[in-house]
């Protein structure tokens, strides 16, 4: 009888392995494409911001490579932020000089790699701003979603002070 109710036990916790599916994976890959980004009428209009991707709930970012195709040649630069603060700067139009033979030559790429290790937090937005520039530039990023880092919470004790009541008694001396 002990066999037929550890077989039990296996199956039921088999089912349940079932019912509950996949595991979330740990590490998933990402990329997001937005083309135009800064594109605009004129320079004396404000630089347009553009949501390139969505970080979810539960989740973070780690940006690993921003490619950035400029064929119509924007100085630049391209500006990476989440909704509280500008995380990275791109150059844009980075000059390599060329020794040729006869003289020095002056080359510039229209399409810039940047890699990185940027954070995004859970719930934050990836927003590309191109300053400088009217005819726009085309923006993919890619990364990798990963387990949200935990926020520890605050601990309290039965019988312990705590916050605000902490906060009244600070001015009392004790008896």
């Known amino acids: 009888m002990s066999g037929g109710r550890g077989l039990g036990v296996g199956l039921c916790l088999v089912g349940l392995a079932v019912l509950a599916g996949p595991a979330p994976a740990f590490e998933q890959p990402v990329s997001a494409f937005a083309s135009n980004v800064g594109k605009r009428p004129s320079s004396d209009e404000p630089a347009p911001s553009v949501t390139l991707y969505v970080v979810p709930d539960g989740r973070a970012l780690l940006l690993t490579d921003v490619l950035v195709a400029n064929h119509g040649l924007e100085p ?9 603060r500008t995380l990275c700067s791109i ?10 033979p006869t ?3 002056t080359l510039s790429n229209p399409h810039t790699t940047f890699s990185t290790g940027i ?5 934050e937005p990836v927003v590309a701003t191109l300053a400088g520039g009217t005819r726009g530039v085309d923006v993919t990023i890619t990364g990798k979603l990963v387990a949200a ?22 001015d009392r001396s004790p008896r």
């Open 76 to 84: 630049g630069p391209l500006y990476l932020a989440d909704s509280k």
């Open 91 to 100: 150059e844009l139009l980075q000059s390599t000089l060329m020794n040729n």
């Open 103 to 105: 003289e020095l030559h």
């Open 119 to 123: 954070p995004f937090g859970p719930g």
């Open 149 to 170: 880092p935990r926020v520890p919470r605050r601990v309290v004790l039965p019988g312990g002070k705590g916050g605000e009541d902490a906060d009244e008694d600070g």
